[in-house]
């Protein structure tokens, strides 16, 4: 079962831009997609906007394409849990993709569209990778991604 806090203290505060400024490049180590992480990764929600990333905030990295890894841009993910030291995120996108879970509008996004999470595709980063934190998922939001994620064999 993943904890939820009765409220979150700072829902939808966006953070200062981290030391990596606001240029959007590759990280210094790699921001990598891992496969099967289902059964190893804890689904856990801890967000705490203290300037490192947790489980259930929405943080910025530059992410390759998927067609060439050399390339890729600056963009969202969610950060759903840890597989080590590693933190576990999915990608947002605020274009609409079948198959993809809608999560609606948040303070990551400027312009405060609506959001869609990518299930598929589970992205490693460490916390040097991270540009800044965008905001935090209501526990409710954050849910129902956990619903998802375990009807896709997470545990």
């Not at 300037?51 to 992410?63: C, K, M, N, Q, Y």
């Not at 841009?73 to 947002?92: F, I, N, Q, S």
């Not at 605020?94 to 999560?103: A, C, T, V």
């Not at 303070?107 to 405060?112: L, M, N, Q």
Request: hydrophobic share 40%.
């Amino acid at each position: 079962m993943v904890p939820w806090p009765p409220v979150c203290s700072a829902p939808n505060r966006v953070l200062a831009v981290s030391e990596h400024g606001p240029t959007p490049r590759p990280a210094r180590g790699a921001v990598t997609q891992v496969h099967h992480v289902e059964r190893s990764a804890k689904l856990d929600y801890a967000p705490d906007l203290d300037g490192f990333a947790d489980p259930g905030e929405v943080v910025w990295a530059w992410v390759p394409f998927e067609e060439d890894p050399q390339i890729g841009k600056d963009r969202p993910l969610l950060v759903v849990g840890r597989l080590g030291g590693a933190l576990l995120g999915l990608m947002l996108s605020s274009k609409q993709h079948e198959g993809w879970l809608d999560l609606g509008a948040g303070a990551w996004d400027s312009e405060g569209r609506p959001s869609h999470l990518r299930l598929d595709r589970v992205y490693e980063l460490d916390e040097h990778d991270i540009r800044r934190e965008g905001s935090v998922l209501a526990p409710d939001r954050f849910g129902l991604v956990v619903d998802a994620l375990r009807a896709r064999g997470w545990r």
